[in-house]
């Protein structure tokens, strides 16, 4: 029996370290989600920012256009000008004059503002495609070391299949049953260990009397609060 509860002791080991392999395999892909949209959203980011540029860009160019197309017309006015032999019609066309000049300075205005905001607006981008740079390589980074990890917990779970399953063969039919039962009913875990008088599983205190009977018996005892099977686990050692 002494065998049997050491195999069944290991056993327990090795199933509750699947467990928490499972646990961390199943975190992993939420937490590579989590640093994948944290980074789209960067992207997205800088991806608004370009358009924004771009936008101006356009806007400048039509007021470029806009522009000249003004000082042309002003140009023809005023070659107009010395066409005209009416006094009445001269002075209107003066005053038209004065109209497209003030026209075309206020185009100006707006052009140069919009080369102010051009400029202003490409520095921010080129430090946010800086910034998107850094980001791409720390994100590929952590994904990479993630997908290591996975790969790495992949085959220590195959170990521990491994290992189980030669464990199983080792242990009678019997005594297995057992311990899947009360597995079944104790949250995953069929055997504790003992100390200070406390079961490891429940947490509770145990008779005194079975307290030291455990650390003689080789016999299989239980917890008689949560019924998983208990061993003298000796931690002065
Ligand atoms: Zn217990």
């Known amino acids: 029996m002494k065998e049997h509860l050491a195999r069944l002791i290991e056993l327990q080991k090795i199933e509750s370290a699947a467990g928490r392999i499972h646990t961390k395999r199943k975190n992993l892909p939420v937490q590579m989600k989590m640093l994948e949209e944290e980074f789209n959203l960067f992207c997205e980011c800088v991806e608004t920012q370009r358009e924004q540029v771009e936008s101006v860009r356009k806007h400048r160019q039509e007021k470029d256009a806009q522009l000249?197309?003004?000082?042309?017309?002003?140009?023809r006015t005023r070659e107009r000008l010395f066409e005209v032999k009416k006094n009445k019609e001269y002075q209107s066309m003066?005053?038209?004059?004065e109209i497209f000049e003030g026209k075309n300075s206020q185009t100006e205005d707006e052009v140069i503002a919009l080369l102010d905001e051009l400029e202003r607006l490409e520095t921010a981008l080129k430090t946010?495609?800086?910034e998107l740079e850094i980001r791409r390589r720390g994100y590929e980074e952590e994904r990479?070391?993630?997908?290591?990890?996975?790969?790495?917990?992949a085959g220590d779970l195959d170990g521990c299949v491994r290992k189980s399953e030669e464990l199983r063969n080792d242990?009678?039919?019997?005594?297995?049953?057992?311990y899947e039962q009360i597995k079944g009913v104790g949250?995953?875990?069929?055997?504790?260990?003992?100390?200070?008088e406390v079961?490891?599983?429940c947490h509770m205190s145990l008779p005194p009397q079975l307290y030291n009977e455990l650390q003689k018996t080789t016999?299989?005892?239980?917890?008689?609060?949560?019924s998983r099977i208990i061993y003298w686990e000796n931690r002065n050692g």
């Open 94 to 97: 003066l005053k038209e004059i």
């Open 199 to 201: 079961c490891g599983g």
């Open 144 to 153: 990479k070391k993630i997908e290591e990890e996975m790969n790495a917990l």
């Open 171 to 178: 242990i009678p039919a019997e005594l297995l049953r057992k």
């Open 128 to 130: 946010k495609e800086e």
């Open 187 to 196: 949250r995953g875990v069929a055997v504790v260990a003992a100390w200070k």
């Open 219 to 226: 016999a299989l005892i239980t917890c008689p609060n949560c």
């Open 68 to 75: 000249q197309s003004g000082q042309e017309t002003l140009k």
